[in-house]
């Protein structure tokens, strides 16, 4: 997985390509800790993202938890990803874009 991180005034965005799975959600995780106080906005661009796991699917919720439905997007959410969202119920939970 790879993770680039875009900050400016308004928002955070990280950029997240390859698998969120058990492997790797704990990077993902280590990456937004360090941003959960400051304030801003987060979002997840997901373009590059190719498959969530169950594990990856709670560091997403608990980013969620932490920020607040509003300060948390997901955006570009492909297909399958989505999928995975609709099945466990979270695209009512979570905002997207």
């Known amino acids: 997985m790879k993770i680039t991180t875009n900050q400016n005034e308004k928002d955070i965005t990280f950029i997240i390509e390859g698998r969120i799975d058990t492997l790797t959600s704990g990077e993902l ?5 360090e941003y959960l106080e400051c304030g801003k906005p987060i979002i997840f661009d997901m373009a590059g993202v190719d498959y969530v796991s169950s ?5 997403i919720i608990q980013v969620h938890q932490n920020v607040g439905k509003e300060n948390f997007l997901l955006k570009n959410v492909p297909g399958n990803v989505m999928e995975l969202f609709k099945m466990t119920g979270f ?6 874009a």
């Open 91 to 96: 695209q009512k939970v979570l905002n997207f």
């Open 55 to 59: 594990a990856g699917i709670r560091v």
């Open 29 to 33: 995780e280590t990456a937004v800790q």
